[in-house]
C-alpha cells in the first residue's frame, strides 16, 4: 500500500460492507482535503476480502492501508481501524458523509488545547429536500448543525467525530462495544474529566435516510442500541426505572429539536411541517430505548450495520445524484 | 342419530412428543362420548412410533399426520385439520384439559347456526396472579362463569369449527391459525358466527413465573402485531403504533365485566389486575415493536416452546433457602 515517510497527522476511518466503489465518492472528497497529503486513509473492509482500493483514486494521501474484518458489527469494524491506524489522531468517516476541504486541518488545529478527547464537525443536510431526511438530520446531528455552538460539548456527533487515538485505545475490549454507541462513550469520557469540542470550522456535509420505511426502523434500532449500551452496568432497576420512563423520551427530544430548529441561521424547513413525521421518529426511538432498556440490544446493532452502509440505496433517486456529481468533479 | 362409524368430534393436537400430549390423552379418555372422538396427532416422523395403544384405545379414531416440522405451528394444525374426518374439528393444545362433558356440550351448541364454538374456559393452575392474567387476556371473554353468547372473535386455538368452515378458507387457512387475528378476520368477512358455550369447560395452563411471563406476553404481542404488519399499510400501522398506548387501559376496560364476575367468585388473587395492566403493557410494546419493523423471524419459534411446553412455566418457582 502506498506510504509516505514520516508519521501520518491524522488517520481517517472508513469502513464499508461492500466494494471500494462504495466509499469512492467520500474517498474524492478526503483528497481534496487541504492537509490530504498527511491522512492516512485506513479502509475497514467488512465483507469483502478482496477489496482492493483504486490507486488513482486513493492517490496523494499520506499512507493508505487495508483492515479485513469480516462481517461485524459497525463498532467492531471501527474498533479494527483505530487498531491499524498510526497517526496519533483517528478520525470517522462514512460513504454518505463528504468532509469540506479545510475539515481536516481544523478538527486537528483544534487539539492544541489541553484536555481534548474528542473533537467534532458540525454538519448541514446534504439532502434537504425531503421532510424524512431533515428528521433524520434533526433527530442525528440537531445538536450539530449551529455553528454558534462551538466549544465544550456533552456529546460529539457519532461516526463522524474524531479522536486521540490513546484514548480510544485505552478502552481495552470494550473499544467496539463503545463505539457502537458513541454518545454513551462520550457520557463516559466527560465524566472523566476529558474535554470534548465542537469545531465550527470543521464542515461535513451529510447524507440522511430519505425513505420513510427504512429510516423509521432505524430510529427504533438506534435507540435500542444506546440503551443498552447506556445501560450495560446498571442494575435491573435502574434499568426498569429507565424502560417505565422511556414514553417521556418522545417529548423530551422533540423540545429539543425544536430549539435547535430555531436557534439556526440556515434555511431549515420550520417545525411544523416536520412534525408528524418527527414526532414518529421520536417515538420509535423511545420505543427502542425503552426495550434496550429492559431487554438488551437484541440483535439491533446488526440491523443498523446493514443500514448503515451504501446510503445512496436508502434515499430517493433524485438524492443519489450527489454521488454522482462528486464522481463528475473528481 | 349420528353415523356411529363417523366420530363426531375431531381434537387436533400438534405435539413434538407423545409425552408432552398424555395428561391431554388422559383428560379426553374420560369424555362421555369418548367412543365418538378423532384424536389426529400432529408431528414429525418419530411421533407415531411413539403412541401409548392402551392409552389410544376407546376413541372413534387416533390418526398420526406427519408433517416435516411443526414449527410454524400455524400450517401444521392445518395439516391436521385437513386429516380430520369428523364434520366438526377442535384445535386443541398440550396444554388444556377438557372437563368430562366438554365434548358433549361442544357438539351440542353446534346443532345451532354457528360455524365454530368458542368453550368455557378456567383456569388449570391458579396458582398466583401472573398465571391469572394470561388466563383473563387471552381467554377471558370465555371464561366459564360468563353467560352463553355469541363471539365476535374465532380464537385460533382451543376454538372447535365445522371442518367445511375450515377448509372452505382453501390455502388460507395455514396462516388463518397462526397466533394472531388473521382466522377471525377472514370468517367475518365470509360472514360465518362463532358461539359461546360455557357449559364446554376447559381448563387452561398458564405462564406463572416472571422472566418467561414477561417473554411470552411481549411474543404475543410481536406476533399478533407482526401478522397484521404484513398485510397493513404503512398509514395503518402507524396509527396502531401511535394508538398502542391504550391497548393496556382498553384490556382492562374490556374486561371489567369478567373482573366483577370473577371476584365475586373469589377467583382472583391479590395483584390480578396489576398483573393483567403490566402484561397489557408488555404485549401492546410487542406490538408497536412488530408495527415499527413488521413480522419478526424469531418470535414464532420462541413462542412455539412455551404453546408446547407450557408445563414448564406453569408452577411458580419455589422459593430459595
Redo the contacts between chains.
Sequence with gaps: MSETPGSPAISVVLPTTSDFASIATTVRYLRRQTIARRIELVIVAMARPDLVPDASACEGFHAVQVVHTGRRSHGHACAAGVRAARADVVVFAEDHCFPEPAWAEALLSAYVSPGIAAVGPVFRNANPATTVSWCDFVIGYGPWIDPDAAGDQPFLAGHNSSYRRDVLLALGDGLAGSLESETVLHLALRSEGRRLVLEPRARAAHTNFGR??VW??VQ?HCGRVFASERARRWGRPRRLFYAAAS?LIPCVRLLRAARQLRGSPEQRPSLLRLLPVLM?GL??DG?GQ??GYA?GGGGSAGHLTAYEFRRVDFVPESDRRLWQEAGARG | MADPRVPSLGIVLATDRYDTIRPVIHRLRRQTIRDRLEIVLVGEAPLAGELDAAELDGFARVHVEVVGSIDPIGPARAAGVRAVRAPLVFIGETHTYADPQWAENLVKAHEGPWAGVVPGFGNANPVNALSWSLLLLDYGQWLHLMPSRESDIAPTHNGAFRRQVLLDLGADLDHALHQGDRLTVLLRSAKRRMYFEPAARIDHLNVARWKPWLRERYLSGRLLGGRRAERWSWPRRLVYLLGSPLIPVLLVMRLRPVLAVARRAGLLPRGTLAALFTAGVVSAVGEMVSYLLGPSADAEPRMTEYELHKVRYAAPRPARG
Excluded: G, N, W
Design positions: 420513510f420505511a423509521l426502523p427504533y414514553p414518529l417515538v420509535a420505543l425503552m426495550i431487554a
